[in-house]
């Protein structure tokens, strides 16, 4: 069930950026600046990239799970908006620990971008097309920030402020692992909810049980060195259809480990 044309009065009172969200946008663009003023090699670089790479990781993790909940509230699911999900609130996504320190572990060691929060909508307010509209709203978030980075990367690095870029180019690439991870078709995943709709109710009833357990199956992946390499080789040729250097996100990967 889809809902009709909303006014701009309505939109513009249900979307509201929380204070935390705001603080954290303003965090990354603090980090961004500092690694713009500092010399690759120095300290200040490595603190300035830590800054906007996890700083600006949430703030991605707030824009999917956002473009759920607004895909979900624009064809009738309102609940969203009294959960607060349409605040962009890391907090009202799901637990902190979980969807938020556990990723950023993960990315301050110079992994990958885990699959991070979750919204809760009324699945049965929907049909089956809209559902997978929900279920890909997330990963086409990181597909565009992905996009606009490694744009903005290709177009206006020229050389200078390396370390700026260099930290840019490994959150473009966080967002790509994200993506690809995402629409993996496992329970409790983006991807999975996609095709959900064109299951069986006996499979999805026995599907059901592992939702919790999608992001454990996804290290667990990750933890086999063959399919380890497969998908990394698979985000580093994405990343390098943009024409930016791999090298580039690697290097963002090193000073992001400042403690090294």
């Not at 949430?58 to 509230?73: G, N, P, R």
């Not at 990367?153 to 959150?171: E, K, N, P, V, Y």
């Not at 698979?234 to 024409?243: D, K, N, P, Q, T």
């Amino acid at each position: 069930m889809e809902a009709g044309p909303l006014s701009t009065a309505r939109i513009s009172g249900a979307v509201r950026p929380s204070p935390v969200f705001l603080g954290i946008v303003a965090l990354a663009a603090a980090g961004g600046v500092l690694a713009w003023r500092s010399d690759t090699t120095s300290n200040a670089a490595r603190a300035g990239v830590f800054v906007l790479v996890v700083a600006g990781w949430i703030v991605s993790l707030c824009l999917h799970e956002f473009a759920h909940a607004y895909t979900a509230w624009r064809a009738g699911d309102h609940e969203v908006e009294v959960r607060g999900y349409l605040t962009l609130n890391p907090l009202r996504y799901s637990h902190p620990v979980l969807s938020i320190a556990l990723p950023i572990a993960f990315i301050a060691l110079g992994g990958f971008g885990l699959p991070g929060g979750a919204v809760y909508v009324r699945p049965g307010l929907f049909g089956p097309a809209m559902q997978r509209r929900i279920s890909l709203a997330g990963p086409a978030v990181n597909v565009v920030l992905a996009i606009a980075l490694l744009a903005a990367i290709r177009i206006l690095a020229d050389g200078t402020h390396a370390a700026f870029w260099f930290g840019l180019s490994f959150l473009a690439f966080l967002q790509i692992t994200a993506a690809v991870l995402n629409l993996l078709p496992i329970p409790g995943l983006d991807g999975y909810g996609a095709i959900e709709p064109s299951l069986s109710p006996k499979t999805r009833r026995a599907l059901d049980q592992y939702k919790p357990l999608g992001l454990l199956a996804v290290l667990a992946l990750l933890w086999v060195p063959s399919i380890n390499a497969a998908f990394f080789d698979a985000v580093y040729w994405l990343f390098e259809l943009s024409g930016v250097p791999a090298d580039w996100s690697r290097f963002g990967s090193y000073l992001t480990q400042f403690w090294r």
